[in-house]
């Protein structure tokens, strides 16, 4: 079973509106990590949150992680249509080298 | 330019013809994946390496084989490919397990 689960499945939004995707996981983890993906090609690093933190910015990127919950959020504020993409959320458990990713969120903002 | 390349980035191929997908980066990185795309199903893990000569399974192993002789490149071996391993498939590399991993631009297999 896939250790990261992500909620919507889909989200379609307008120029300019704030853009919200929240993961699930079942495991303690070392981090969590958020990915982008333009169309069927590679993944793109967005943002990695350590299991001691609660809160991250990056540019128009917050992500906050709730350990005792197991989920994490990402939040791009002032969404473009250039932020149309598919969004991951990747955990790495504590004491397993294996690295799990999520089903996605698929990103669609109207211009 | 730090990269990780993939080939071939597309392949049609029979049932039971053996193939390999080379993968190879430039960064010096220890840990490289290889994962597999489904529609519905996000990536998966099919194998990992932790260092030259260390390979584990991932999630879905089953009918695909690794090398890591060199640290630059993780070649992915089908040795008799059947129509349910077509998909996408990416390779990936970082640091160590626990950091940001760099993807390849993906190579998309069908078996017929």
């Known amino acids: 079973s896939q250790q990261g689960e992500e909620d919507p499945q889909a989200l379609s939004i307008q120029e300019g509106e704030n853009a919200t995707m929240n993961c699930s996981y079942k495991t303690s983890i070392n981090n969590l990590q958020w990915y982008r993906q333009n169309s069927g090609r590679g993944l793109v690093h967005l943002i990695l949150?350590?299991?001691?933190?609660r809160e991250k910015h990056s540019g128009r990127l917050r992500v906050t992680l709730d350990t005792s919950k197991k989920s994490s959020s990402l939040l791009i504020t002032a969404s473009r249509a250039a932020d149309t993409a598919s969004y991951f959320c990747?955990?790495?458990?504590?004491?397993?080298?294996?690295?799990?990713f999520g089903s996605g969120t698929k990103l669609n903002v109207k211009p | 330019e730090a990269q990780v390349t993939q080939n071939p980035r597309y392949l049609i191929t029979v049932t039971g013809k053996k193939l390999t997908v080379t993968c190879s980066q430039n960064m010096n990185h220890e840990y490289m994946s290889w994962y597999r795309q489904d529609p519905g199903l996000g990536l998966r893990q099919i194998y990992y390496?932790?260092?030259?000569?260390?390979?584990d399974k991932g999630d879905v192993p089953e009918g695909y084989k690794v090398s890591r002789k060199e640290k630059r490149n993780f070649p992915l071996i089908l040795e008799s490919p059947s129509p349910n391993q077509t998909s996408l498939y990416f390779c990936?590399?970082?640091?160590?397990?626990?950091?940001?991993?760099?993807f390849g631009p993906g190579t998309r297999l069908t078996v017929l």
């Open positions: 990747a955990t790495g458990p504590y004491g397993f080298n294996k690295f799990y």
């Open positions: 990936a590399s970082s640091i160590g397990q626990y950091n940001e991993q760099f």
């Open positions: 949150i350590r299991s001691n933190e």
């Open positions: 390496s932790m260092n030259v000569e260390v390979t």
